[in-house]
């Protein structure tokens, strides 16, 4: 046991460095964007259908992008997608890049954002259509019923599941280590193959990851008491 | 004046309102009422255009609109800030506290100032003694008092007709009293409302007009009095199917 305290002194401090340095950046950057995605797509997908026949056709091919983008990403393993866009796209000259950290962000914002587009399609769903029909009778624009009405309320009923796509994503950017990314997990590894201490860097970097993703679920529990003060 | 004229709403295999035609004057009460499922409901939301109607037109006081042409959104907001809406239940802005609920639409719509506005939905609320709620989210106020603050949050906006879709249908008999004490004192001030309702009581002490709405047709337009008096077989019948 003081074997394990004793590693953990000594590594803990690099672990976290690697956190701060690629594990958060990564995470905070991709789920930025990925809820970038997932509002947008998750807004497409709930659109109604405009009265005008030609907009009405259109708007049904954007849908179908947002279908199928959404059909894509949630139904291939995400370390497929990371060596396709970071090893095949380069391979076959169409990328226009080849930077680990691209790709590893384009890879997992595109994948948060198709699985939490669905968890705010599903809130955006969830609110009563009176309460769009009261904005629209105050005269409303259709942008302003969704930005004033609509997500705010939205927002309140996807920050569960939401949170579950944020502690998913931080515990998945360990899969950047495939890609030439020094993450915290990759850390460790090359850590353990010098020490030969297996079982107790596993478990050191296990807690590690433990630590940050419990500050992401204390947060979860804070947001929701905060934004349900309008709520039963 | 709204002038109603061959108003019909067709589904794909019923009409659920077939070539109304009717008006609702200003500064009058009208009660438009009807078995369930007759359109009446459906009928009030054509007016702020909520639902869209297959054919016939309306005006609006100058505002005209062809049901059976695409309505330009431009138009549909214009027509929209003629009207106020008070719906059956659960319309409040729930994220919102009393005072941000009827400060919304003239902020975000009207575009007055903040400082306007809750001077405003201050006023109303002391006029209807309500301040006390200000502060209050709807969840934490009674049925009675959520469809008094709808009104408010309607009037705040300065309609020029107050639409009211069973405003009192989910309340319990002291609750609708409170509401219905407020419809009345709007009436009395002459406060242009078109009041969906199944409370014959109501109807007969507050409005001027009846619109009787059957299976998607008028059956009756006309004054409060004769339609309480009627000897129509179908209006009889109805009134008869209200009482015990």
Known sequence: MTDFFNLAKEYVPELFRAAFQYTLPLTI?????????????????????????????????????AAFYVWLFRSTPLIVQLFI??????????????????????VFSLNTGAYASESIRAAISSVP???????????MTGSQVY????????????????????????KDTSLASVITIVEMFYLSQQIAATNYKVLSMYILVALVYAFFTSILAIGQH??????SRFAQ | MITVKNLTKAYRDKKALNDISVTFPAGKTTAIVGPSGSGKSTLLHSLNLLTRPTAGSMTVDDIAVDFSQEIARSKV?????????????????????VLKNLTEGPIKVRKMSKAAAEEKANALLQEFNMTELANRYPYQLSGGQQQRVAILRALAMDPKYLLLDEPTSALDPELEAQVLRVLKKLAESETSMIVVTHNMTF?????DQIVFI??????????????????????????GAMSF
């Open chain 1, 29 to 65: 950057i991709s789920f930025a964007l990925g809820l970038f995605f997932a509002v947008g797509t998750a807004l497409i997908r709930s659109a109604r259908l405009p009265q005008n026949e030609w907009a009405a056709a259109a708007l049904q091919i954007v849908k179908g992008i």
């Open chain 1, 85 to 106: 866009v970071f090893y095949g796209l380069p391979n076959a000259h169409i990328a226009l890049f080849q930077s680990a950290w691209i790709s590893a962000i384009t």
């Open chain 1, 129 to 139: 259509d009176v309460q769009k029909e009261a904005a629209q009778s105050l005269g």
């Open chain 1, 147 to 170: 930005w004033n009405v609509v997500l705010p309320q939205a927002a309140r009923i996807s920050i569960p599941p939401l949170s579950n796509s944020l502690i998913g994503l931080l």
């Open chain 1, 222 to 227: 804070y947001l929701e008491q905060y934004t």
């Open chain 2, 77 to 97: 907001l214009e027509v929209r800030k003629q009207f106020g809406m008070v719906f059956q239940e659960k319309a409040l802005f729930t994220h919102l506290t």
């Open chain 2, 203 to 207: 109807a007969q002490k507050v409005a």
């Open chain 2, 214 to 239: 059957d299976d998607g047709q008028l059956a009756f337009q006309g004054s409060t009095q004769d339609f309480f008096s009627s000897s129509e077989k179908r209006i009889e019948q109805f009134l």
